[in-house]
């Protein structure tokens, strides 16, 4: 797996994990935790979507560098 994909399954797995945390916050009633790492999770999965944004538009410019086939 290359470098960029696994970034990007990483924060995946990380804002997974929060979304998990602001729930069980949520359930034994702590709402300001819940709220927080609600937060953390959702600031995670933007920059994810903007990191893949960003290397497709990237891979898109320099051919051959940042594409499937580069290896």
């Known amino acids: 797996m290359r470098r960029a994909n696994t970034i990007i399954v990483i924060r995946s797995v990380i804002a997974a994990l929060l979304v998990a945390i602001a729930v069980a916050n949520f359930a034994s009633g702590r709402i300001v935790f819940g709220v927080l790492f609600a937060a953390l999770a959702v ?29």
């Open 43 to 71: 600031m995670n999965v933007v920059m994810t979507i903007y990191i893949g944004r960003r290397r497709a538009r990237f891979s898109r410019r320099f051919r051959g560098f940042a594409d499937r086939a580069d290896r």
